[in-house]
Each structure stands twice: as structure tokens, then as C-alpha cells.
Nanobody, 115 residues
Framework: QVQLVESGGGLVQAGGSLRLSCAAS????????MGWYRQAPGKQRELVAI???????NYADSVKGRFTISRDNAWKTVYLQMNSLKPEDTAVYYC?????????WGQGTQVTVSS
């Protein structure tokens, strides 16, 4: 299975930037996609961005043009560059790896955007 550790969260003012990192270990050869999800208090966890082994990416409408997901070729690290942050981006951000038939989650990293 795949183990994931996120880092890079923190407190930032609106309009600022953060870069999240997700380090993967274990059976990384079996990964076919990795994504970032977020969960704000009282809300459901939602997909923010995902990148596939093909290199294709998908983004939530709310972050298009502001966030960029990328990865290294070996699936060892996935990044989420977040620019022009808004208070509504405040949430715990989770990294997810799809390694059929398994899926793995990181422990989450808090992102807080002050107005």
C-alpha cells in the first residue's frame, strides 16, 4: 500500500500563496492518480485537483486559474501550488493516492487564509 505525508500548510493573508507537498512511499509503482481534497468545518470533503499518470489534470471550478497540481515522474511527491488565496480556501487539505484496488489518504494539513 501507499503511505502519504502532507506538508506546507499554514496561515496566510488573502491574496497570498502557499505550496503544499505530499510525499508518497510504499507501493508507489501502483499509483495511477493522485489528488488533493479539502474539508472545511461543517462541510463535506471535496476534490480540489487531481493529476493522472497521463499527465492530465482536473480542477474544481472554485480553484481553476489559481491552483496548480504537479508531480515528479516517479510519483514520489505531488505538489499543490495555491495562489491568490481566499478566505473560503480555508480548510484541512488531504492528499489522496489511487493505487487500485486501494486508495490512501494522508493525515491532512491545515490551510488558513485570513481576510
Amino acid at each position: 500500500q501507499v503511505q502519504l505525508v502532507e506538508s506546507g500548510g499554514g496561515l496566510v493573508q488573502a491574496g497570498g500563496s502557499l505550496r503544499l507537498s505530499c510525499a508518497a512511499s510504499g507501493s508507489i509503482f501502483s499509483i495511477n492518480a493522485m489528488g488533493w481534497y479539502r474539508q472545511a468545518p461543517g462541510k463535506q470533503r471535496e476534490l480540489v485537483a487531481i493529476i493522472f499518470s497521463s499527465g492530465n489534470t482536473n480542477y474544481a471550478d472554485s480553484v481553476k486559474g489559481r491552483f496548480t497540481i504537479s508531480r515528479d515522474n516517479a510519483w514520489k511527491t505531488v505538489y499543490l501550488q495555491m495562489n491568490s488565496l481566499k478566505p473560503e480556501d480555508t480548510a484541512v487539505y488531504y492528499c489522496n493516492a489511487r493505487a487500485p484496488p486501494f486508495g490512501s489518504w494522508g493525515q491532512g494539513t491545515q490551510v488558513t487564509v485570513s481576510s
